[in-house]
């Protein structure tokens, strides 16, 4: 349920005065007309008195809106025309301050007496009133605060954090900024992104460090509280509780020390722990009624959460009666929802199922119309659970579907590595010594697992029904004898289970799709900070460090490198339907590479406290095709998981021997760790499988590792094979061949390729090239910058939105594009770029961290030019860059170019039938090198002539170029998606005679060597 955020948390920031707006000649008399209470009275009588002296418009305006604000019950057409008159006192720019506090009191008057619509109405008024006023500006700060809270309201959580960032934006000291971060935090936490929730709160408490504001500073800490409570880690949550909880105790704030230990008894309810849930929650309710306050909903709710846990649900259901009294009174919808949901729940328990059934579909239908995916999901399962238990197995089934098919896309909030790492910035957590790498592959591990396990449920389940059914056809057979009722029956039976299957495979479609969004999420979350510790650490080794400095940088660099190679693995490994791609083998002598690959470990053996023992000497001189790079992987994966499920002063033996009766090489990892259970065995290769006997080491999983081995040692050729016993250790046992039938050599790729030899920009323009940089993330903007910018003027702007706008007064030379961007992506700035006359000319170059090839193609049909997945390189971006910008001026020249008799120029109509036309022929013929510009001319019906002026003016090439341009893109597309293995089978394939020159011309292109994709 949401928390019990308030003050602390969600919109506390009401800082201004409460003017309203209205008008002079109905003020004065309308009063005596209307029926209102003898205080209502006193401040209408107080308001009209004040509007007699005021001499100024401005402050007869602010005295009208406030009686506006009074009037609103006593006579709506009143108050509505008194608005009016307000604003008729201010027609001038320099009454907008006054224009913008009578629209904006007015619309918090509305909202005070429950007039939503009518309240955004005049909430838009006022933001239309304060274009003149310049930020940052406490009125813009006021109107943007207001129409956050209307959206939170609606539950609108994207347009909510808009407003919430532009608070953010007008804030004029450091308590507004505080406060905004705080708006900023929860809407981020309830958008589902807990990391730029937590960054908003650490921000804030670092701004605090420089003033003593102990409230502001308990506030965020609950914030923090309720962030790591919505993402399951209660331990983190109880500390951020109890340590507000400290600070408002001190303070003597009844009011948000009900709140606090609200949210902690929650926590301990979660773990199961009801009795100190219990009373926490006494005592809050205690606190209350000490202190008048109003008696809180949500804590009854709480309450008889708690109450059910403890087996007491009659008392439970009371409690959530109390609570549905007040959202009702309240018109609270998400409250309302919420309780018929308990109620249900409570009514489940009491063996009241018909009650039960209707509480359910009350609580499924509310939130179905406020499109609450969590209460939908568990309504949807307490009905499966009142069905099942009253014997309609059918809408049981049907709801037990729904059900998994929710629970698998609302899975995959487990970001707490995420969240620890942004505590360290802030030294709120101690530093764990993980390898963040791994790290992450058991993130995503944990939720394609868990995936995977609602699918084979939804299957498990599938079987039973049909089984069930069976046994309802024999036994209607058995009771009737008649075989045509029988048929009759087996028919109608068939047609329900076919109709289920569909349903089925629906849902698993779904869940496939579910997946395939989560993993394009992940590589971009991924890809991205990786492209930038690459990118500045190459920049800096080029800044030619010296002595230990440079043998520092160099490690460093070798390692960002590594991890690059390993994020593309996991995701290549873990995206749906994609298989490992395939090995390059070459002959290697064994002993000297699994020696490097085990004494490689010795420093954090030693750090953990883990005896080494070492027996491979019987494989001295003996000779293996492998892949190195995957041999070592395999390796790897195997002595790390060793260590990891170690524990102090255990020990890991490797041992390496070769048996002559089966020609194989066998290399057994063992260890004295947790063990795995003997029931779990057969599963621990599976894709991202997680042991239960793992969540005893701080909740590590066996991860992606053990899956990768098993693939690249089939791979190999091998096989392999584990023996385990719980708490005494394991055996991982690798068998490899000596030999193959063909042992397919690494191509050597040619050592006088000299990528820095390559001119970077073209030097004949008459000023720098402009670039538009289209780029959500600042980070990397800043180093697009750092690439780029001493070689062409950049400028920027964060979405395609912001884009399109400044390219209605600006034209670039070319516009270098981010995909994942908010407002407007780039695939849908693409695709406007392309659909405007004036624009679609200029060079995109897409960057991206999708690589799958579907997003290659949809980006390649919207046109655009160049496509750069990242990580990358900042000598890849020049290169690319460079060719466009070669392009786009040669194709400038070749259009300036007067048109001899005779011929006709291309018309922008023509151009894109003209280049599919030649890419077909291209694509048909590319393996074959003899194709030419006799070929293409005469495939057109041009003149090689008309051929050289019109490639030259559509594209800036000569036709032989666009020929061999497009041989490229198709090998670059080989290469993305691993449908090749070896650079010389590559280059034939595009109609290239020699591989060395192909690499040349690869590199050329893409800035990247062919042999680097493999």
């Known amino acids: ?75 709506a057409d009143s108050s509505a025309l008194l608005i009016e008159d307000a604003a008729a006192l201010c027609p001038l720019p320099e009454h907008d301050t006054a224009l913008v506090r009578v629209y904006l009191n007015y619309a918090k008057a509305l909202h005070a007496k429950r007039k939503k619509d009518q309240r955004y109405a005049y909430l838009l008024k006022a933001k239309s009133a304060m274009k003149t006023l310049s930020p940052p500006s406490k009125y813009r700060r006021a109107v943007y605060s207001e129409l956050g809270d209307h959206y939170y309201s609606l539950q609108h959580g994207d347009s909510c954090l808009y407003y919430d960032l532009a608070v953010l934006d007008n804030s004029v000291d450091s308590l507004d900024m505080i406060i905004a971060l705080k708006r900023v935090g929860v809407t981020y936490n309830n958008i589902g992104n807990t990391v730029k929730a937590l960054e908003s709160y650490l921000r804030a408490l670092r701004l605090l460090d420089k003033f003593d504001n102990p409230a502001q500073k308990a506030g965020i800490l609950n914030n923090a509280g309720v962030l790591y ?47 100190e849930a219990l009373a926490c929650f006494a005592e809050a309710e205690n606190l209350r009624k000490e202190n008048n306050l109003l008696p809180s909903n949500p804590l009854h709710l709480n309450i008889g959460n708690s109450l059910m846990h403890s087996g007491r649900a009659t008392e439970a259901l009371e409690r959530f009666r109390t609570a549905m009294e007040g959202f009702k009174r309240n018109d609270d919808n998400y409250g309302i929802s919420l309780g018929y949901r308990h109620m249900g729940e409570a009514l489940y328990d009491l063996g009241r199922y018909q009650e039960a059934e209707k509480t359910e579909l009350l609580a499924l239908t509310r939130a179905r119309q406020q499109g609450d995916a969590e209460i939908i999901q568990q309504a949807t399962f307490d009905l499966a659970r009142i069905y099942g238990k009253t014997g309609q197995y059918k809408k049981a089934f049907e709801y037990q579907g729904n059900y998994l098919q929710m629970q698998d ?70 009771r009737t004898k008649a075989k045509n009722t029988q048929l009759s029956q087996q028919k109608s039976k068939i047609e329900q289970a076919n109709l289920l299957i569909t349903q089925q495979a629906q849902q698993l479609k779904d869940a496939a799709d579910m997946k395939s969004r989560f993993f394009a999420n992940v590589s971009h979350e991924l890809r991205t900070p990786v492209t930038l510790v690459n990118g500045m650490l190459e920049m800096m080794q080029q800044g030619s460090p010296e002595g230990k400095s440079r043998d520092h940088l160099d490690i460093a660099v070798a390692n960002s490198r590594r991890l690059q190679t390993l994020v593309n693995e996991v995701l290549d490994l873990a995206k749906p339907g994609t298989d490992q791609a395939v090995i390059n083998k070459k002959q290697v002598t064994l002993l000297p590479l699994l020696n490097r690959i085990i004494y490689s470990f010795e420093s954090l053996l030693v750090k953990k406290n883990i005896r080494l023992e070492v027996q491979v000497s019987a494989l001295k001189d003996l000779q293996l095709p492998l892949d190195e790079d995957k041999f070592e992987k395999i390796i790897n994966n195997l002595i790390y998981n060793a260590i990891k499920f170690n524990h102090e002063g255990g020990w890991i033996k490797v041992e390496g021997r070769f048996s002559a009766s089966t020609e194989r090489v066998i290399i057994e990892v063992s260890d004295s760790g947790i063990g795995i259970p003997e029931s779990e065995q057969p599963y621990v290769f599976d894709r991202f499988y997680q042991s239960s006997a793992t969540e005893t080491k701080n909740g590590q999983g066996l991860g992606i590792g053990l899956s990768l081995v098993k693939e690249l040692t089939l791979l190999h050729g091998g096989d392999v094979a584990v023996r385990s ?8 046992t690798v068998s490899l061949p000596t030999t193959q039938e063909a042992v397919s050599l690494q191509e050597k790729e040619d050592e006088d390729i000299s990528a820095e030899a390559i001119q970077l920009f073209p030097g004949n323009y008459e000023k720098m090239p402009a670039i538009l940089l289209v780029e959500d993330n600042a980070e990397m903007r800043y180093y697009l910058k750092e ?44 695709h406007q770029l392309k659909s405007d006359a004036h624009l679609r000319g200029i060079p995109v170059v897409m960057l991206t961290a999708r690589a799958s090839e579907e997003d290659l193609l949809h980006g390649l049909r919207l046109g655009v030019d160049d496509y750069i997945v990242k990580p990358f390189n900042a000598l890849e971006l020049k290169i690319r860059i460079h060719n466009l910008l070669t392009n786009q001026l040669i194709r400038k020249q070749w259009q300036e170019k007067p048109v001899e008799p005779g011929e006709l120029p291309p018309s922008p109509s023509t151009n894109d039938i003209f280049i599919k036309k030649v890419e077909q022929l291209v694509e048909s013929r590319a393996a074959d090198a003899s194709l030419g510009v006799p070929d293409l001319a005469e495939h057109l019906a041009l003149s090689e002539r008309q051929l050289y002026r019109t490639t030259g003016s559509l594209t800036g090439m000569t036709p032989a170029q666009l020929i061999k341009e497009i041989r490229l893109k198709i090998a670059f597309k080989l290469l993305m998606n691993k449908k090749v293995t070896k650079v010389s089978a590559l280059a034939a394939q595009v109609g290239f005679d020699n591989s060395a020159y192909f690499s040349q011309q690869f590199l050329a292109r893409f800035g990247k060597k062919p042999v680097e994709f493999l």
């Open 725 to 732: 016993q719980l708490n005494e250790g394991s055996v991982f």
């Open 1 to 75: 349920m949401r928390r019990n955020q308030g003050v602390v948390a969600c919109h506390p920031m009401k800082r201004f005065m409460k003017f309203v707006v209205v008008t002079l000649f109905v003020a004065l008399s309308i009063g005596a007309r209307a029926q209102v209470s003898p205080s209502t009275r006193h401040q209408v009588d107080s308001l009209k008195l004040r509007l007699k002296e005021k001499t100024s418009d401005y402050l007869k305006a602010t005295t009208l809106g406030s009686l506006a604000g009074h009037y609103i019950d006593i006579d």
């Open 229 to 275: 409570e919505d993402d399951g880690d209660n331990v983190r949550a109880e500390q951020y509780y109890k340590e507000a909880l400290t600070i408002f105790r001190e303070m003597k704030n009844a009011r948000q020390i009900t709140m606090v230990l609200t949210n902690l008894g929650i926590v301990y309810d979660h773990d199961n722990r009801p009795k």
């Open 409 to 478: 896309s609302l899975r995959g909030r487990d970001r707490r590595i995420k969240l620890g790492l942004l505590e360290k910035e802030y030294e709120l957590a101690h530093k764990e010594d993980e390898n963040n790498a791994l790290a992450r592959e058991n993130e995503i591990r944990k939720i394609q697992s868990s995936a995977e396990r609602t699918t084979r449920i939804a299957l498990g389940t599938s079987l039973v029904f049909f089984v069930l059914l069976a046994a309802v056809t024999a036994s209607g057979y058995y």
């Open 787 to 830: 690439i780029l910018g001493n070689a062409v003027t950049i400028h920027e702007t964060v979405n395609g939105r912001e884009a399109l706008q400044w390219l209605k007064t600006n034209t670039p030379d070319l516009i270098l594009s981010d995909v994942m961007m908010p407002e407007m992506d780039g695939y849908e700035f693409l």
